[in-house]
């Protein structure tokens, strides 16, 4: 596992951003014993709350990919998201259009590592976390990083996404 395409894509990216866990030390994408498809497994496997996880969400917005990074500990308001945007239709895309756009299945989709760059939203509620965390590219792969860091590797822009 550790030599998937996607998780070795994701720490590709990683460190060619310079990415920085919130001691300071490279990020490193970490393996867990089995895979977690939600934010409540993830957080359980983790040991840390679920608003701690970054869920990356990817959505069709008018037919353009749009990836909001979201804690898990609330859902996105897709209609308000969508007005504050400027789209006319902005709905949760099919796993299809998810592989698609990051080459990543739904329940492991990284902040980075895709085919492109994607649009990307990091839901301004993270700042509250020291530490957050962020799927690896595949169900079982995550890493650790701050919401600096997130902002700043996935050239984000912070928003409430809420």
Known sequence: MESHPNVLAVQDALATAGARDGAGHPTKVRLLPEAVHTAQAAADALGV???????????????????????????????????RIGVT???RATPEFVREHTGQPIG???PLGHPAPVR???????????????????????????????VRITSGTPADVA
């Open 49 to 83: 709350t679920v608003g701690q996880i970054a869920n990356s969400l990817i959505f069709d917005a008018d037919g353009a990919p749009l990836l909001v990074l979201t804690s898990g500990a609330h859902r996105v308001d897709t209609a308000g998201l969508a007005a």
């Open 89 to 91: 239709s902005l709905k």
């Open 108 to 110: 492991g989709v990284a």
């Open 120 to 150: 990307t939203l990091v839901d301004a509620d993270l700042a509250r976390y020291d530490e957050i965390w962020a799927a690896g590219g595949v169900p079982r792969a995550v890493f650790p990083t701050t919401y600096a860091e997130l």
